[in-house]
């Protein structure tokens, strides 16, 4: 390619004649003018010069001479230049030089073509000259291949850069196989975000078995290839970009260690930008947005409750209190009279009438009437409607949040991980503040944190307690008082062990498995920047056993055995008063169902099993069906929403497996997305909605209730449950009232309080009607109330009988 000027226009003459210039080139090789050898150039007549082309057959330096042929009018006017020009002849696109040894050794004096798919530009000087595509990887480069392999001009020579990857996992939107490695022409430039290599020497590739075998290279070889160091997939620990071995190459700014996870000195980890980020020298940069919003939220909290709940609490206690004491004292002498009538020693005779149990029990303490308590009960009532499903939908968010973690090789939908970046307090996993400008973030920091904040905690929480309740004891010298707000403190401090049980247990478990990250060199999987391989590591394992047998171990053993004994069983009962008290157990259950799908599912199959997932599924369905047998549940709508929400367990266990499948599962991303995130709203709108029902239908039920408590005792006692029966045209007998006391009363005080009155509702609206006692005759109604019986249970229940006689007044026995 080169240039041909002319030292003047041509004349008009010349022009006008119509000739052409022809140009005959000569060179000590074969040349061709053009491509297909025509004779021929003309010049443009309008130009000085003109770029000419010339093919030839060999490649190389060669001495090119232009002549005009003679005869021409052109010769009339022009002679060529006598000089000739030394032009180097090189190959064209798609083309590359021959070399005598394929990609080594001189160059002949031939092109030959690229391979299929390759592409060279002008000037190539090889067969590696031939690029590959994008993301694709150059087998034929320095370092790819044993040196043992040869690479013939006739295969392809240029691989998906997924090859590379540790899992392959295809992209059906895109079309293609996910990249873990970024190659320009079929060289590496880095690694993809979320995805390392422990060594960065080496990118070879090998056939397994074959390492050091002498192999030319077939189609079928290709398919074979294996790397020797694989990318790896960083999911669901610390990674950054082009994150690589210790000796942190490629890391960003401020990262350092294995897989770039660790922060430089003056550095913190951003968790939700996932970078390491430079502390600030301003105050205000050592806090993070959670740990204020925490701050703000867990301050109200606690104002709350001891501005509005504890006191309403407290109240209600002192009420149970009076009136139990009151009933205590009537049971304790109907007992002894009723001993001393069975023996002969005392016999039946009317007293003069004194104060009846009902009239005692209208001194008990009542409800201040202020702004204050009238807030607070209805807050209170709220939450004690609500706790039976914010319990069950605790146990949801329990298990849901350390799912991202535990079984981080699954490719979790955006919505999932929404939601458990929203709901961070349950797996103690916020941001309280930028802990690496304050001290190394690792393992032990984490695991010292987790379970050290629950000890310090309930200590807070009980000082408080007992600031309280030495307070009182010497303001009102209370001491009953006194020791009930230590009770609040227990009750407390026992909610909180209960929520935070399974992410404190599931930190102490992760001590246990490692994960080999290259050349044999393990770290802690759910903490790679902590290794199993030093000194530390083995030396720790007794304080992590320490802390099993407290917590893991510790927690359900203590819950278990003060459940039953009566002097520690009142602290369990919000706990346990939503079950049926034959399965007052049955919460220890739950904790361990939430402990093995959370934490301990980790050590099921290897380390990214998909039997993981199987295994929770079967263990979802088991549960939902050991709940629809037994039915643990006083309400039937908490036995079936607690179902519902270990079916939704399974639900988002089985999307899960199809998204490990891959392309052909479910579909497009927004599709996983979708069943996901219907998953989830599912249960947290069926216990929110079913609450909110509850509580509003409760407020027209607490209207009735009060109705017929007259005394505003809080309880329904004989007399007033048999005004409500005839008001329901019901038959309102004494063995009517025995039977309801016997159904409802768990406290047997024979009355009935305001859940036992809800519970009793159905019941009931069941009974007979007075209707269907118009078959008996009247006289035969009064021949069996006025006969006496010799039956003492019959006695009894005539104890708190008023009888009218003609003539007299009235008496009480």
Known sequence: NFTTRLEGLPSQYLLDSGESFALSVTSSALIFRTSTGEPELTLDSASLETSLIIYGVEIGTQSIKIVVPQGGKWVEEYEPAEDRVDVEVICGVGSVPELENTYTGKQTKKCIACPTGTVSFSGAESLLDCVCPLNT???????????????PVDVYPCLSASLY????????????????????????????????????????????????????????????????????????????????????????????????????????????????????????GYFSAEFLGMTFATTAFILGMAFLIVPIRDRLDEIEIFRNRVRQ????????????????????????????????????????????????????????????????????????VLWPESLYFVEWPKSLNNFVTAMKIFSLNFEVLPIDCVVQRDYYANFFAATLSPVVTCLFIMISFGIASLYLSIRDKNNERSRRYIGYGV?????????????????????????????????????????????????FAGIVYFMLTVYVIGIPVLFLSMMPTASYSKHFRFLLKDYKPEFWYFEIIDMMRKLFLGAVIIFVGDEESSLQLYVVVFSSMLFALILGLFKPFIREDDNVLSQVINMELGFIALVAIAINDGEDSLGSKSIVDGLILFAVVTVCATCIGSAFYIFFSRGSNRADFSKYDEDMSGDLDRD??????????????????????????????????????????VFLHALPTQKSLLGRTLSSRAEKEVQPSKNTDTFMRGLSRKFTMKGTGSFKI
């Open 329 to 400: 004292e009537f049971r304790t002498r109907f007992g002894l009279f009723k001993s001393e009538v069975a023996t002969g020693k005392k016999e039946l005779q009317f007293l003069t009438e004194g104060t009846t149990l009902k009239e005692r029990l209208s001194y008990a303490p009542h409800m201040p009437n202020n702004m204050r308590f009238r807030v607070g009960q209805k807050i209170y009532n709220f939450l004690n409607d609500f706790s039976p499903k914010m319990k069950l939908l605790v146990g949801f968010v329990q298990i849901i």
């Open 165 to 284: 990857c540790e899992k392959r996992v295809f992209d059906v939107e895109l079309g293609e196989y996910q990249q873990c490695v970024d190659f320009v022409g079929g060289k590496p430039v880095g690694i993809s975000k979320n995805y390392y290599r422990y060594e960065f020497n080496t990118w070879q590739l090998v056939i397994p078995g074959q390492e050091t075998a002498t192999l030319t290279l077939t189609d079928e070889h290709l398919t074979k290839l294996k790397p020797v160091v694989a990318v790896l997939n960083c999911k669901g620990v610390t990674c950054e970009y082009n994150a690589t071995g210790l000796d942190s190459t490629g890391c960003l700014s401020g990262s350092i260690g294995p897989m770039c996870s660790v922060c430089e000195d003056d550095y913190f980890w951003h968790q939700d930008d996932e970078m390491c980020t430079k502390c600030s020298s301003n105050p205000d």
């Open 720 to 761: 007033e449950l048999k005004m409500l029966l005839r008001d329901l045209n019901k038959i309102d007998s004494d063995d009517v009232c025995d039977e309801i006391f016997a159904k409802f009363d768990k406290e047997h005080v024979d009355s009935l309080d305001f859940d036992e009155f809800i519970e009793a509702g």
């Open 137 to 151: 990887v150059d087998i034929r480069l320095s370092g790819f291949l044993s040196d043992t392999y040869t690479v």
């Open 491 to 539: 009750k407390v401090c026992i909610l909180f062990l209960f929520i935070i049980y399974p992410s404190v247990s599931g930190m102490i478990l992760q001590y246990f498995p490692c994960r080999d990250i290259g050349s044999g060199v393990n770290f802690l999987r759910f903490s790679i920047e902590t290794s199993c391989d030093t000194s530390k590591y083995d030396d």
